[in-house]
């Protein structure tokens, strides 16, 4: 698997003719991030640094779009566009969430008691949505909360299942192990 590339929202504060305007003007910009063979903390610490690269050099003239867009597909021989978007919306701090001091960090023991409260809900809705995939993840006292929102003519839901749990694998891992790997290999 090569690089992962994913878009991410940026202020384009700076586009020429706006600097009279007074109020938040942002657009998609585009992130890549190398994950094959890191571990989950390094791809945290790799995306925060490309986020913040994004903001501060991710402006692009968005009437180009069009034009950049035809030429990678016209290069790779198959549309290109965005597929997946991924959406975290936690604002809680790490500390936070970590509960008392006292408490001490979650052990293997009690994240496996917790994994059978994993609740998965089906609702099925017409959304004018235009990517395959909307990945969220909120900020939910005691949990980790996820909702996918799939086209299901491309994803069945025995493969929205397997990729919930595998977020929620990773997730567990990550949690007992900050040197866990991605599990995603180079090819």
């Known amino acids: 698997m090569g690089p992962l590339t994913t878009k991410v929202t940026v202020s384009n504060r700076f586009r020429p003719g706006y600097s009279q305007v ?13 994950v094959a ?22 402006y692009y003239d968005p009437r180009r779009l069009d034009e950049v867009c035809a030429r990678v597909a016209a290069e790779r021989g198959h549309p290109a566009g965005i597929t997946w978007v991924i959406n975290d919306t936690r604002t809680a701090r ?4 970590a ?3 006292s408490r001490g960090p979650a052990t293997r023991e009690q994240i496996a008691g917790k994994l059978p409260e994993t609740l998965l809900a089906w609702e099925q809705k017409m959304l004018g949505f235009a990517a395959a995939a909307q990945i969220s993840v909120f900020d939910h006292p005691g949990t980790l909360w996820v909702e996918a929102i799939l086209e299901m003519t491309r994803f069945p839901q025995e493969q929205a299942e397997a990729l919930l ?17 991605t599990g995603i290999g180079r090819g």
């Open 22 to 34: 007074i109020g938040p003007l942002s657009q998609d910009s585009v992130v890549t991030l190398d």
């Open 165 to 181: 749990r595998g977020i929620e694998e990773v997730a567990v891992e990550a949690a007992l192990d900050p040197a866990a790997r």
């Open 99 to 101: 509960g008392p001091a």
């Open 37 to 58: 063979g890191a571990s989950i903390d390094e791809v945290i610490a790799q995306a925060g640094r490309a986020i913040l690269a994004a903001g501060v050099y991710g």
């Open 94 to 97: 790490l500390d936070d969430a």
